[in-house]
């Protein structure tokens, strides 16, 4: 029997089950693909109803999560091979190489100043640029810098006036074999892609944005520094629409998620409160099927973004976005739902909610660990009323958004990665008794 646990997913379920279960004395192996743990939270400026700070909530289980003497943490790492069965899994974790010493590597961020080599930055959905040698963004844990070899110059500046020495360009890929009792997948979600749905204008009409790269642009920590601006011109926007249910409960065969994604009116409403706040001024309209803000405080919330800031929710899904040549701005097709008749309003800015959708590497994941999953690419549960956390194999558990959009919040995603702990406890508990 082996007291330790592996945990797939350094998002915010993934650090809250690592957190209890070391808490409780187990060795937690937590793998992360990416070169930070934080997930989808990191990118987020603040958290809805509250509009409290996401960093200053995910910031202190990070460090938490990094510095306890429980917790194994293996970024840039992806799980290859899993063979035994629950108390008993062996299991075999390929680390990839950051070209930096963890141990040695400060994050003083000297070799980034001095880097000559830029590319998209990922973090910001690709708005801003980053140097090939870099730290996903300031609060990343571990705070070590990666190299990116396929923007990488080769010049050996950073190598030069690293003052640590941590630089290492000769980093080969590593295998760790690790021996746990259980294994807990907190994969997380990615964004559908809207350029899919082409009457919506994203990557053809540059004022078109998603709702990450709004987030982005709001964060201080941006590549915008928390200005919202026009990415035709960088203008100020006056007039912004945000757009629901791209991709989501659309039951056209080559969208593929009928489901809604559960969070989407949610996080919407709080952007255009944010909006709102950045600039009394702004006209901010949702456009929206129905209103779905189920939770504590939520609908409340709701109804404040109405009467104390003034955003106005149109019920209907626009047809079409047509763009203006000279201006850039935007022009919004729907129909009215009262009249019948087809209506266009001018914006400066759009912003589409898109589907929420499984992340892209679970079905390699499911394959390797030899779990299920549902027609949508969510985890498959054994019995999700008696069982809402036990996958279809003994031993192995899930939490936060790879079970479905039913778990879309953050303090859902919490309490889950706390619930699945308990659980995992209780199933090596009695594995050990018998």
Known sequence: MQEAVLVVGGGVAGIQA????????????????????????????????????????????????????????????????????????KVRVLRKPRYVDEKK?????????????????????????RKAIYMPFPQAVPRVAIIDKESCVECGLCEKVCPAGAVNREQEPE????????????????????????????????????????????????????????????KKPRHIAFIQCVGSRDRREWVGHPYCSSICCKYAVKDAVLIKEHDPKSLVSIFYIDMRAFGRGFQEFVNRAKT??????????????????????????????????????????????????????????????????????FVKLEDSVRKPLDTTVPGIFCCGYCLGPKTGDIPDSITQGSATAGRVAEVLAAKEES
């Open 308 to 377: 104390e800031f003034g955003i106005e929710f149109i019920r209907s899904s626009p047809g079409e976005i047509s763009e203006d040549p000279k201006t850039k701005d935007l022009l919004i097709f729907f129909e009215d739902p009262i009249t019948r008749t087809v209506q266009k309003i001018r914006f400066d800015l759009v912003v589409l909610c898109p589907a929420l959708i499984p992340s892209k590497g679970m079905p390699e994941l499911a394959k390797t660990l030899n779990i299920e999953l549902d027609n949508y690419g």
């Open 105 to 129: 590597c400060t994050g003083c961020g000297i070799c980034s100043e001095n880097c000559p080599a830029e590319a998209p930055n990922a973090f910001d959905e690709n708005i801003g640029a």
């Open 175 to 234: 295998e760790v074999e690790l021996d746990v009792g259980a294994i807990v997948v907190a994969t997380g979600f990615d964004m559908f892609d809207p350029s899919t749905i082409p009457q919506y204008g994203y990557g053809r009409f540059k004022n078109v944005i998603s709702a990450m790269e709004l987030e982005r642009l709001l964060c201080a920590s941006g590549p915008t520094g928390g200005h919202l601006i026009r990415p035709s011109e960088g």
């Open 18 to 89: 690592s957190l209890d279960l070391a808490n409780r004395g187990f060795r937690v192996h937590l793998v992360e693909k990416n070169p930070s743990i934080g997930g989808r939270m990191a990118q987020l400026d603040k958290t809805f109803p509250t509009l409290d700070c996401s960093m200053c909530i995910l910031a202190p289980k990070m460090i938490e999560c990094s510095h306890h003497p429980n917790v194994q943490l293996l970024s840039c790492s992806e799980v290859k091979d899993v063979k035994g069965s629950v108390g008993n899994f």
